[in-house]
């Protein structure tokens, strides 16, 4: 069995900023638009 490390290099990932790895495979060209009050929602 192949270790974590040999896969992370082998599929060139990324550290993720709350952990783990992760490679980004698609993006959108489209935008959400988000209100700012997001908080109050359900309040």
């Given amino acids: ?3 974590a490390n040999y896969w992370i290099e082998k599929l060139n990932l990324e550290a ?3 952990g783990g790895f992760f490679k ?6 489209k935008f959400i638009k988000m209100d700012l009050n997001w908080r109050n929602y359900g309040k």
């Fill in 1 to 3: 069995m192949k270790s």
């Fill in 16 to 18: 993720h900023p709350e």
């Fill in 24 to 29: 980004e495979n698609y993006r959108s060209n």
